[in-house]
């Protein structure tokens, strides 16, 4: 069983930066793909980034491409999304995840964190 606590939400200008964090508990976190899934309020989740615990392979969702950086600390347990020149867009419940079948390209995550507000002011 994997457990997952997100911190990190809060509101942010447009343009701005923010770094989200996910700390992780669990066994054999290393055969795990991590990830970050957001949702705004009535609409339908959407996958953002997704990280490898072991070898650190990457891969996002072109909207966040270029501007979003998913990080992981092997020491601590924790995955980092560090969001930068943040859009009104961006706004939204962010999730941290985990997907016991170390899906890159097809996140579907077995485990749900709790989720964080971020927000972006235009």
């Known amino acids: 069983q994997v457990q997952l606590v997100e911190s990190g939400g809060e509101l942010v200008q447009a343009g701005g930066s923010l770094r989200l964090s996910c700390a992780a508990s669990g066994p054999t976190l290393s055969r795990y793909a991590m990830g970050w899934v957001r949702q705004v309020l009535g609409n339908e989740r959407e996958f953002v980034a997704a990280i490898l615990w072991s070898g650190g392979s990457t891969y996002y969702a072109n909207s966040v491409k270029g501007r979003f950086t998913i990080s992981r600390d092997n020491a601590k347990n924790t995955v980092y999304l560090q969001m930068n020149s943040l859009r009104p867009e961006d706004t939204a419940v962010y999730y941290c995840?985990?997907?016991?079948?170390?899906?890159?390209?097809?996140?579907?995550?077995?485990?749900w964190g709790q989720g964080t507000q971020v927000t972006v002011s235009s």
């Open positions: 995840a985990a997907d016991s079948f170390k899906r890159l390209v097809r996140f579907r995550p077995d485990y």
